[in-house]
């Protein structure tokens, strides 16, 4: 049976729907915390910087397609953003990729200093769990507990901690293998968009197959996130990515077109959106056609 695709104004519609909900949580979550107003400002600054808080939004759409609405899967699903802004509050430092803009705006090291952007990341990573946390005050603590542990994998050593350290142990590196690039991207990228497809329906109630149906899923919008960042890397504008373009190539970084070419590189990418689809084909529910239509976007982007 051919599922429904939204149309791509829709998801562009509905993913800036989702994304404003995020937005206004965000801008409350620090703010009761018992924190020097120095470190809030700099955690807040690269957190509130914008985004399409791709994330936190395909946490809470596979949370409503097992039946969790927005308000109790909203924690965690934030959490999940503070995450990821850490990962690039430290990749942008001198020590890492030593990017001077992120998401339009100067770096956390450049905006304020090393040591601040050190501690900001250190912040929302750690506040992230209790953030998690406090979601057991709405959904079932196993849930929660298990979710968590999923999050923590993803986010570590195992997951995008290690794809980071493989990453700069590739570059400049002659001979990455494809399957090295591949694993490499499974952690670095595709281990926090895969498990906030994961805990969302694990908080949810989802039963076996349904989760290892979304972790699927997520799996394959995770590889094609990373393959168009490399694609873009090479065919974007610094206005439109908001951050310099052309920064792989000058690094000597192994991407896939570097290994493939554009082209090549592009139908991987489709066919990894293929097999994402593939993985939610048993559903129909309306957040199973916006799933799928996210994919499509992913995979079609320009910033």
């Known amino acids: 049976m051919q ?8 998801v562009k519609a509905l993913l800036k729907e989702e994304a404003t909900a995020v937005e206004h949580w965000l801008a409350k979550a620090l703010r009761n915390k018992d924190m020097p107003s120095g470190l809030l400002e700099a955690m807040e600054y690269s957190l509130l910087a914008g985004g399409k808080r791709i994330r936190p939004v395909l946490c809470l759409l596979s949370a409503r397609l097992f039946g969790l609405e927005r308000d109790a899967v909203m924690p965690f699903a934030g959490a999940l953003e503070c995450i990821h802004t850490y990962s690039l509050i430290h990749d942008d430092l001198p020590a890492m990729d030593n990017d001077d803009l992120r998401r339009g705006k100067p770096s956390s090291h450049r905006q304020f200093d090393e040591a601040t952007a050190i501690l900001a990341g250190d912040g929302l990573l750690t506040d992230a769990f209790a953030l998690m946390a406090s979601c057991a005050s709405q959904v079932p603590a196993d849930r929660v507990l298990r979710a968590i542990s999923l999050a923590a994998r993803a986010a570590g050593s195992p997951g995008m901690v290690g794809g980071q350290f493989l990453d700069m142990q590739y570059t400049a590196r002659h001979g990455v293998s494809l399957e090295e690039l591949a694993a490499m991207h499974a952690m670095k990228t595709g281990a926090l968009l895969c498990v906030a497809c994961e805990c969302g329906a694990v908080l949810a109630g989802a039963d076996e197959q349904g989760v290892a149906a979304l972790a699927a899923y997520g799996k394959g919008i995770g590889a094609a996130f990373q393959i168009t960042d490399d694609i873009l890397d090479e065919t974007g504008t610094e ?58 976007y992913i995979v079609n982007r320009v910033s």
């Not at 599922?3 to 829709?10: E, H, K, T, V, W």
């Open 3 to 10: 599922r429904q695709i939204p149309a791509s104004q829709d």
């Open 239 to 296: 206005a439109s990515l908001g951050k310099p373009a052309g920064s792989d190539a000058a690094r000597k970084k192994s991407t896939y077109p570097a290994l493939l070419g554009l082209d090549k590189s592009r139908a991987v990418a489709h066919a990894q959106v293929g097999m994402a689809m593939q993985a939610l084909a048993a559903y129909d529910a309306p957040p199973a056609d916006v799933l799928r239509g996210l994919a499509v």
